[in-house]
């Protein structure tokens, strides 16, 4: 997979810096479909929790989603979407390309239908999953009309993964609870307190959060995340998230 420039994740800490300042549960899924949209150059943007027996719900697209007949508009990815079982199946975590499953656009049936949200209805369509501790996943779906996505943007998209979870997390519900150590398995031979520091990372949070949250002191954060990136061969914060994601 491609490396990340740093102009491309200055881009990406830009344009989610303004929804973890104000991080408004009423529209933080529609803002954050939003805020990823440029940074593909994309048509549409949809982003929805679900789970393996295909009960999804969508938390935002960008544009917004019509309504379906029931009221709500329906989730974006559910059988017989080629990437469906792919994500909420067998919880594939890479970053996927449509064509990559269903051949040539146009070649294969992508399970549209009316009320969902617009990136599933166009032939050139890239997702990722975000496993959640209690189970499920949080599905990021961004399409375009014209050009397939190219390796650099399915690595841009792996980058969003910490920040998927760290900002939906203000979601009510949508997370569900917490397991002991934040579900980091101990084959990453950390201590209790690392692995709960670890998870906070994976959420987005700031050291000064992580330390109200675990009720020590920022400077002691700092010293545990040391021990972290050393404990999993990691140089930074968002190497350590996108390690941890991948477990989870």
């Given at each position: 997979?491609?490396?990340?420039?740093?102009?491309?994740?200055?881009?990406?800490?830009?344009?989610?810096?303004?929804?973890?300042?104000?991080?408004?549960?009423?529209?933080?899924?529609?803002?954050?479909?939003?805020?990823?949209?440029?940074?593909?150059?994309?048509?549409?943007?949809?982003?929805?929790?679900?789970?393996?027996?295909?009960?999804?719900?969508?938390?935002?697209?960008?544009?917004?989603?019509?309504?379906?007949?029931?009221?709500?508009?329906?989730?974006?990815?559910?059988?017989?979407?080629?990437?469906?079982?792919?994500?909420?199946?067998?919880?594939?975590?890479?970053?996927?390309?449509?064509?990559?499953?269903?051949?040539a656009p146009g070649s294969g049936k992508v399970g549209y239908h009316p009320g969902q949200p617009r990136a599933a209805s166009l032939p050139y369509q890239l997702a990722m999953g975000t496993a959640l501790p209690g189970g499920g996943l949080i599905a990021c779906l961004i399409g375009r009309a014209s050009a397939d996505f190219t390796p650099l943007e399915q690595t841009l998209l792996a980058f969003v993964?910490?920040?998927?979870?760290?900002?939906?997390?203000?979601?009510?519900?949508?997370?569900?609870?917490?397991?002991?150590?934040?579900?980091?398995?101990?084959?990453?031979?950390?201590?209790?307190?690392?692995?709960?520091?670890?998870?906070?990372?994976?959420?987005?949070?700031?050291?000064?959060?992580?330390?109200?949250?675990?009720?020590?002191?920022?400077?002691?954060?700092?010293?545990?995340?040391?021990?972290?990136?050393?404990?999993?061969?990691?140089?930074?914060?968002?190497?350590?998230?996108?390690?941890?994601?991948?477990?989870?």
């Amino acid at each position: 997979m491609a490396t990340l420039s740093i102009r491309h994740a200055q881009q990406l800490g830009a344009a989610l810096a303004p929804l973890y300042a104000a991080p408004d549960p009423a529209t933080l899924g529609t803002r954050f479909a939003a805020a990823l949209r440029p940074l593909f150059g994309a048509a549409a943007v949809g982003v929805e929790c679900g789970d393996a027996q295909g009960r999804g719900q969508l938390l935002g697209a960008w544009p917004p989603a019509r309504q379906a007949q029931g009221g709500q508009p329906a989730a974006q990815l559910r059988p017989p979407h080629p990437l469906y079982e792919e994500l909420f199946v067998r919880g594939n975590p890479r970053p996927l390309r449509l064509t990559d499953f269903a051949g040539a656009p146009g070649s294969g049936k992508v399970g549209y239908h009316p009320g969902q949200p617009r990136a599933a209805s166009l032939p050139y369509q890239l997702a990722m999953g975000t496993a959640l501790p209690g189970g499920g996943l949080i599905a990021c779906l961004i399409g375009r009309a014209s050009a397939d996505f190219t390796p650099l943007e399915q690595t841009l998209l792996a980058f969003v993964q910490p920040h998927v979870a760290g900002l939906l997390a203000h979601l009510p519900g949508a997370l569900g609870p917490v397991p002991e150590g934040g579900g980091i398995p101990p084959a990453l031979g950390l201590t209790r307190r690392e692995a709960d520091i670890l998870f906070h990372l994976t959420r987005g949070r700031a050291d000064k959060e992580i330390g109200q949250l675990c009720a020590i002191s920022a400077r002691t954060v700092q010293n545990h995340l040391h021990n972290i990136y050393h404990k999993l061969g990691v140089a930074n914060r968002t190497a350590a998230s996108l390690r941890a994601v991948s477990w989870l």
